[in-house]
T-cell receptor, first 113, second 117 residues
């Protein structure tokens, strides 16, 4: 069955360092992959989308890579700040129909001073 | 600014009660979704709707029903609430993926915390 895996352990890093989060999936070839940020008690907020024909996408301090051979996406936050502390979710459309996303369980990032 | 509004932020209901969770979006989106989120299980899709009066089951539809009488409004109904339905419920909306260059980006509401006692 389709599976989307994110590291369930929290990632703790020091301010100013680069945070790297991983999203792995199996048994599917998505046309695109998305990353969302979720703060405690709030709904997820869209950050970035990367398509299958794109190797890398950037937005300010955020960078996403997409390796369809490895079935993996990496999400990087450079020059991390305490305000970046949140849970980050990856999501795929596993149906191929473009109508609904399936989410990973998310990785909690804590950026310490 | 796009907006998905969930009518109730916090609810406490008794076992066996009928519960309505209401959601309204102001973006003229065709697709609307109801997810629940539980620790360790992540977001799980309950139902979605791709048009007025149309609905499809998601991954965990048991114990739930939905209603979409108007494009902007999508309601989640718990016919007889049970304690295992205590959770955070998230409503969301999106345009069909072909309609924009952003793919099927989903916009979420703030969530409704339901406790069934």
């Amino acid at each position: 069955s389709q599976k989307i895996e994110q590291n369930s352990e929290a990632l703790n890093i020091q301010e100013g360092k680069t945070a790297t989060l991983t999203c792995n999936y199996t048994n599917y070839s998505p046309a695109y992959l998305q990353w969302y940020r979720q703060d405690p008690g709030r709904g997820p907020v869209f950050l970035l989308l990367i398509r299958e024909n794109e190797k890398e996408k950037r937005k300010e301090r955020l960078k996403v890579t997409f390796d369809t051979t490895l079935k993996q996406s990496l999400f990087h936050i450079t020059a991390s700040q305490p305000a970046d502390s949140a849970t980050y979710l990856c999501a795929l459309d596993i149906t191929g129909g473009g109508n609904k996303l399936t989410f990973g369980t998310g990785t909690q990032l804590k950026v310490e001073l | 600014d796009v907006k998905v509004t969930q009518s109730s932020r916090y609810l406490v209901k008794r076992t066996g009660e009928k519960v309505f969770l209401e959601c309204v979006q102001d973006m003229d989106h065709e697709n609307m979704f109801w997810y629940r989120q539980d620790p360790g299980l992540g977001l799980r899709l309950i139902y979605f709707s791709y048009d007025v009066k149309m609905k499809e089951k998601g991954d965990i539809p048991e114990g739930y029903s939905v209603s979409r009488e108007k494009k902007e409004r999508f309601s989640l109904i718990l016919e007889s609430a049970s304690t295992n339905q205590t959770s955070m419920y998230l409503c969301a909306s999106s345009s069909p993926s072909g309609a924009s260059s952003s793919g099927n980006t989903i916009y979420f509401g703030e969530g409704s915390w339901l406790t069934v006692v």
